[in-house]
Every structure is written in structure tokens, then in C-alpha cells.
T-cell receptor, first 115, second 111 residues
């Protein structure tokens, strides 16, 4: 258990509404990631963080923003949700104990439906 | 664009057989390689990682890496129905530890 929780676990919302997903970790890892997973596309990186207030874009960042004000929390915000953002969202942390080997461990996921 | 390719399957093997899952990657500079297992409706779970050419064994799982040919494979010996899942190959893609994932191969082990 990598000590990662995500909330909410399921959410249904309407087009145009803002949505914030939360990732919480208990093990003080520096690196945190947000992915989305869609049939036919696999896991794709949205944004990542390499420290408090240090974030960067991933492959599919358009329409998403992130914030990290504390080591343990990494928030993903959809400013105005669209149906194309219906997906399963996974948070991941990077295991720094292993050094440069970059293993990532995933949270349980959030299933988001935008109607 | 760095890419990781996997056969989507489904790959079907009988119980007790060896399942062979393959993955190719485009970035010759990649240094670390990972196999994740994902059950339906669940999150990916790390099962193996490999950094050096050759084989790495862990129980019924063997990861094989050939950097010259840019492929990595996962062998599952004595396959069990509980091994039925989607297997994701991932390759490190940058200095910040980012991983690039393949789309996954769905494995079905028939009793």
C-alpha cells in the first residue's frame, strides 16, 4: 500500500461545471502525477509535480490545471468540464527510496462522467 | 514523440501454460522498464521492473530486456486464471521520472 487516496472515487457532473479531484499521500514523496486512462489510449500524463508549488505539463494538459500547496496533496482541476474529459483519473507517486529507478505507484482512481 | 507499443490482445492461454507479453519502445536512451498489471476496474499495480539487459526473475514472472532491439518482454510461467488482467508496459521518458505507457495487452487464462 503506497498510502495514496483519491477523492471523490466517483463523480457525475454536467458540461461547463468546475471539478476538482484530490490526491492525498501519506509518505512524503516529492513527485506526484495525474494520469487519465481511456479505452484505446492507455494511460496518459496530464500534469505532474516535483515539489510544493512546482508543477509541469504532461502530454494531455489542455483543459486541466493543478496545484500543490502541501507535499501531501495534489489537486487536479477541470475549470469547465467537457464530455471529452469523461475518463478514469489516476494519481501516482514516485518512489524515491529506490533512487533513480522511477517506480511509480498508483492511487485507486476517480471515475468522472461529464454529461 | 516517444512511443511504447504493445499488442492489445486479447492473448488467451490455457491454465498452466507460459504467457509471453511483448513491448517495444522508440527511445534508445530509455533506461528503466516496468510491467504493471491492471485488473478490470482497478488501478495499475507494479509487478516487475528491469534496467539491465538480460533476464530478471521474480517468482513466476520473468522480465527480459534487449536494449539493442529495443524490446522488453514479460513471461508468466504456470499461468493461473487469477493472472487474467491487462498488462501495461512502461518506459522512463524523461529526467523528471516520467513514464510512457503502452496501451496494454489483455491476458486471459482459461481454466
Amino acid at each position: 500500500d503506497a498510502g495514496i487516496t483519491q477523492s471523490p472515487r466517483h463523480k457525475v457532473t454536467e458540461t461547463g461545471t468546475p471539478v476538482t479531484l484530490r490526491c492525498h499521500q501519506t509518505e512524503n514523496h516529492r513527485y506526484m502525477y495525474w494520469y487519465r486512462q481511456d479505452p484505446g489510449h492507455g494511460l496518459r500524463l496530464i500534469h505532474y509535480s516535483y515539489g510544493v508549488k512546482d508543477t509541469d505539463k504532461g502530454e494531455v494538459s489542455d483543459g486541466y490545471s493543478v496545484s500543490r500547496s502541501k507535499t501531501e496533496d495534489f489537486l487536479l482541476t477541470l475549470e469547465s468540464a467537457t464530455s471529452s474529459q469523461t475518463s478514469v483519473y489516476f494519481c501516482a507517486i514516485r518512489n524515491q527510496v529506490a533512487g533513480v529507478y522511477n517506480e511509480q505507484f498508483f492511487g485507486p482512481g476517480t471515475r468522472l462522467t461529464v454529461l | 514523440q516517444k512511443e511504447v507499443e504493445q499488442n492489445s490482445g486479447p492473448l488467451s492461454v490455457p491454465e498452466g501454460a507460459i504467457a509471453s507479453l511483448n513491448c517495444t519502445y522508440s527511445d534508445r536512451g530509455s533506461q528503466s522498464f516496468f510491467w504493471y498489471r491492471q485488473y478490470s476496474g482497478k488501478s495499475p499495480e507494479l509487478i516487475m521492473f528491469i534496467y539491465s539487459n538480460g533476464d530478471k526473475e521474480d517468482g513466476r514472472f520473468t522480465a527480459q530486456l534487449n536494449k539493442a532491439s529495443q524490446y522488453v518482454s514479460l513471461l508468466i510461467r504456470d499461468s493461473q486464471p487469477s493472472d487474467s488482467a491487462t498488462y501495461l508496459c512502461a518506459v522512463n521518458g524523461g529526467s523528471q521520472g516520467n513514464l510512457i505507457f503502452g496501451k496494454g495487452t489483455k491476458l486471459s487464462v482459461k481454466p
